[in-house]
């Protein structure tokens, strides 16, 4: 009686290891793509109530970015993701490609170290200067999305 119930429960038990093994593969295929074309950067509910933000991520890989910092095999990437007065949000590299440098918040502009000043959706206030680099998004799942791999410049640049 005993052995009969040791081989039900042995049974059993590879039956679920086996099942498992056949659904663990399917809920990867048919979850969102993990890499820098989908990266979630933050959620929009924050966006909205903080207001621009400069935020410092890791990379998958580099995509030769201006401001991407490179420690060993890790890649780092600081972007500015801001809301936008009609709706929506921006996400901008945070490098400044007049300088070299760093780009930090204004009280109501994005600015380099050495006093250059773009709108929060990149575009330079001097028609002189470049535009900042700017990111496809969207909205998915109450989070903002960015895709690193495909930057343009600004709108209205």
Same mark, same amino acid.
């Given at each position: 009686? !005993?052995?009969?119930?040791?081989?039900?429960?042995?049974?059993?038990?590879?039956?679920?290891?086996?099942?498992?093994?056949?659904?663990?593969?399917?809920?990867?295929?048919?979850?969102?793509?993990?890499?820098?074309?989908? $990266?979630?950067?933050?959620?929009?509910?924050?966006?909205?109530?903080?207001?621009?933000?400069?935020?410092?991520?890791?990379?998958?890989?580099?995509?030769?970015?201006?401001?991407?910092?490179?420690?060993?095999?890790?890649?780092?990437?600081?972007?500015?993701?801001?809301? !936008?007065?009609?709706?929506? $949000?921006?996400?901008?590299?945070?490098?400044?490609?007049?300088?070299?440098?760093?780009?930090?918040?204004?009280?109501?502009?994005?600015?380099?170290?050495?006093?250059?000043?773009?709108?929060?959706?990149?575009?330079?206030?001097?028609?002189?200067?470049?535009?900042?680099?700017?990111?496809?998004?969207?909205?998915?799942?109450?989070?903002?999305?960015?895709?690193?791999?495909?930057?343009?410049?600004?709108?209205?640049?």
């Amino acid at each position: 009686m !005993l052995a009969r119930y040791l081989t039900l429960g042995i049974a059993g038990t590879l039956l679920l290891a086996g099942l498992l093994l056949l659904v663990r593969p399917l809920i990867f295929s048919f979850a969102s793509p993990r890499d820098d074309t989908h $990266y979630a950067v933050i959620p929009a509910a924050e966006a909205d109530q903080k207001g621009p933000q400069v935020i410092k991520l890791p990379l998958n890989d580099s995509h030769n970015l201006p401001g991407e910092v490179h420690l060993h095999e890790h890649v780092t990437f600081t972007v500015v993701v801001s809301p !936008l007065p009609g709706g929506g $949000y921006a996400a901008v590299d945070a490098w400044s490609p007049t300088h070299d440098c760093g780009i930090g918040l204004g009280s109501d502009r994005l600015v380099d170290c050495a006093g250059d000043a773009w709108t929060y959706e990149g575009v330079p206030l001097v028609a002189a200067d470049p535009p900042l680099q700017r990111f496809p998004l969207t909205t998915t799942d109450g989070m903002v999305v960015v895709d690193f791999t495909r930057p343009y410049p600004a709108v209205g640049s």
